[in-house]
T-cell receptor
Framework: SQTIHQWPATLVQPVGSPLSLECTVEGTSNPNLYWYRQAAGRGLQLLFYSVGIGQISSEVPQNLSASRPQDRQFILSSKKLLLSDSGFYLC????????????FGPGTRLTVL | AQKVTQAQTEISVVEKEDVTLDCVYETRDTTYYLFWYKQPPSGELVFLIRRNSFDEQNEISGRYSWNFQKSTSSFNFTITASQVVDSAVYFCALSEAGDSSYKLIFGSGTRLLVRP
């Protein structure tokens, strides 16, 4: 069966510090991968998606970046965090095709102080 | 442009009441897929149902039922005899066949509070 992992689960970082969130998927190959952010009490905003190794598409201009160094690994990074980067970050994967539901990881709660 | 609207920000009901969560979508694609997800307090999104644009049959799964109507671009979700464990945020989402990323466009969510 497939599983998706995210770490860390929670993170408190000062403004201006770097960020690295990791997401890995097990039990499937060549998944589509996604990073979403959910601000407190709000809906999900798609940040990045990837349809293959090294292929990253950005949905929203920001100071975040994403990388996919391996087939089942997706990393979200920032060189300098802003207060507005606080939120709940969710990684998801899906099988090839729009009919497939996305499976979400447990999320990382990021607080920037 | 594609869009999903969940006009109900928050709904509060008493246990055992029926409740309907509304979802209205916009898309230019003729082939698309609609989803509902549940987000309990733990935060992880749980998949509930998927519907494709060619299948307008209503679906029932236990206390849950879904009403898909292309004529009104709606995909509403009804919980019958609600329970406290149904308390969560519910998201409706859209995926378009013409979008090679297969990304989901989410509504803003409806927070459901079921009181004992």
């Amino acid at each position: 069966s497939q599983t998706i992992h995210q770490w860390p689960a929670t993170l408190v970082q000062p403004v201006g510090s770097p960020l690295s969130l990791e997401c890995t998927v097990e039990g499937t190959s060549n998944p589509n991968l996604y990073w979403y952010r959910q601000a407190a009490g709000r809906g999900l905003q798609l940040l990045f998606y990837s349809v293959g190794i090294g292929q990253i598409s950005s949905e929203v201009p920001q100071n975040l970046s994403a990388s996919r160094p391996q087939d089942r690994q997706f990393i979200l990074s920032s060189k300098k965090l802003l207060l507005s980067d606080s939120g709940f970050y969710l990684c998801a994967w899906s099988r090839d095709g729009p009919w497939g539901e996305q499976f979400f990881g447990p999320g990382t709660r990021l607080t920037v102080l | 442009a594609q869009k999903v609207t969940q006009a109900q920000t928050e709904i509060s009901v008493v246990e055992k009441e029926d409740v309907t969560l509304d979802c209205v979508y916009e898309t230019r694609d003729t082939t698309y897929y609609l989803f509902w997800y549940k987000q309990p307090p733990s935060g992880e999104l749980v998949f509930l149902i998927r519907r494709n644009s060619f299948d307008e049959q209503n679906e029932i799964s236990g206390r849950y039922s879904w009403n898909f109507q292309k004529s009104t671009s709606s995909f509403n979700f009804t919980i019958t005899a609600s329970q406290v464990v149904d308390s969560a945020v519910y998201f409706c989402a859209l995926s378009e066949a013409g979008d090679s990323s297969y990304k989901l466009i989410f509504g803003s969510g409806t927070r459901l509070l079921v009181r004992p």
